[in-house]
């Protein structure tokens, strides 16, 4: 069974079974496809105490070398000093929209993500925030940040199947457009493991 998307989806009851579900996602074994990608991880920040549950967004500055102006989730590669995933999008987090480690709770990983364009394997890590969010941009990496609402982003009928091809394979991704951003790519691709986690009864 799949719930209808709603405004007060992430209620005190959904969280905790959205915490079950994360818990209890199987580990995959490596991809060995994938065993010569950069990892990365990045932050998927749940914001609630608002109106309604909503979900941080960024978009990426258009001088960046890996994908520029693109909507993402704060995030970046692996660090040597790094000792696991949460490390990583917690610090990166920090860096680029100065969310403080200490105002997240992780609640657990989404399915590791290959982004074949660009050679990144990238670790999703969940966390619930509280608005108001005192944010703080790395006027550098991150042109704005946003948060379209978590009832929009969850809804099925609101995403698409887009195509592109790269080095002559085509590949399919998905797309959620919101109010001018072109959310695509993995950045979509992790919100609809989200969405599976959140809506299936």
């Given at each position: 069974m799949t719930v209808e998307?709603?405004?007060?989806?992430?209620?005190?009851?959904?969280?905790?079974?959205?915490?079950?579900?994360?818990?209890?996602?199987?580990?995959?074994?490596?991809?060995?496809?994938?065993?010569?990608?950069?990892?990365?991880?990045?932050?998927?920040?749940?914001?609630?105490?608002?109106?309604?549950?909503?979900?941080?967004?960024?978009?990426?500055?258009?001088?960046?070398?890996?994908?520029?102006?693109?909507?993402?989730?704060?995030?970046?590669?692996?660090?040597?000093?790094?000792?696991?995933?949460?490390?990583?999008?917690?610090?990166?987090?920090?860096?680029?929209?100065?969310?403080?480690?200490g105002c997240v709770e992780l609640i657990g990983r989404l399915p590791e993500y290959a982004i074949t364009a660009t050679g990144f394997r990238v670790t999703p890590v969940v966390g619930l925030v509280h608005a108001p969010l005192a944010l703080r941009l790395d006027s550098f990496e991150v042109a704005e940040a946003f948060q379209p609402p978590l009832s929009f982003l969850l809804d099925p009928a609101n995403r698409r199947r887009g195509r592109i091809e790269h080095q002559g394979v085509v590949r399919e991704f998905w797309a959620m457009p919101w109010q001018g951003y072109d959310i695509w790519g993995a950045t979509a691709g992790m919100i609809v493991s989200l969405a599976e986690l959140v809506l299936e009864g």
């Open positions: 998307p709603s405004p007060g989806m992430l209620s005190g009851l959904h969280i905790e079974r959205l915490r079950v579900r994360l818990a209890g996602l199987p580990a995959r074994p490596a991809d060995p496809l994938h065993a010569g990608y950069t990892p990365a991880a990045v932050l998927v920040p749940l914001v609630l105490g608002g109106a309604e549950p909503t979900l941080l967004l960024t978009r990426r500055t258009a001088h960046l070398h890996d994908h520029p102006g693109q909507i993402a989730f704060p995030g970046g590669r692996v660090d040597a000093g790094d000792v696991s995933p949460e490390a990583t999008a917690l610090r990166e987090a920090e860096e680029e929209i100065g969310l403080a480690p």
